[in-house]
């Protein structure tokens, strides 16, 4: 499942030209924004990407290129300014805690430093409560 003819006309014009600056010519955009949302929708690892969607190493630089360059930044801050532009309330984003996943080391884990030891447990002198 790609994308629409709809959503392609509003995110065309934010990519990069596709002039190559070295090499051959870089592979369609569209069969790229397809793969890269196919890879992040079902949560496959990219060499598992499937062959329809050409090499999974493309997708993956472009994936990159398209950071570091501020492309990525261009697209999610102006899609929803159309969108809200538009007045059309057809857009979200939605984050689900079962694809996010964390880093082993976000889930609390001492960093650094010697382990404290818990202060040690002295029954009380007073009466019990009860």
């Given at each position: 499942m790609g994308s629409s003819d709809v959503q392609w006309a509003r995110i065309e014009p934010l990519l990069p030209d596709r002039l190559p600056r070295r090499g051959s010519r870089w592979r369609d955009h569209r069969e790229v924004i397809d793969a890269i949302a196919f890879k992040f929708?079902?949560?496959?690892?990219?060499?598992?990407?499937?062959?329809?969607?050409?090499?999974?190493?493309?997708?993956?630089?472009?994936?990159?290129?398209?950071a570091?360059?501020?492309?990525?930044?261009?697209?999610?801050?102006?899609?929803?300014?159309?969108?809200?532009?538009?007045?059309?309330?057809?857009?979200a984003v939605a984050v689900d805690s079962t694809i996010v996943r964390a880093h082993q080391h976000a889930a609390g884990a001492r960093q650094r430093g010697r382990l404290q030891a818990s202060p040690p447990t002295v029954p009380s002198d007073g009466p019990a409560a009860g």
């Open positions: 929708r079902a949560g496959t690892p990219w060499m598992d990407l499937p062959s329809e969607f050409g090499s999974w190493k493309g997708a993956h630089n472009r994936l990159r290129r398209w570091a360059d501020g492309t990525w930044d261009r697209v999610f801050t102006a899609l929803p300014a159309q969108a809200d532009a538009d007045e059309s309330p057809d857009w």
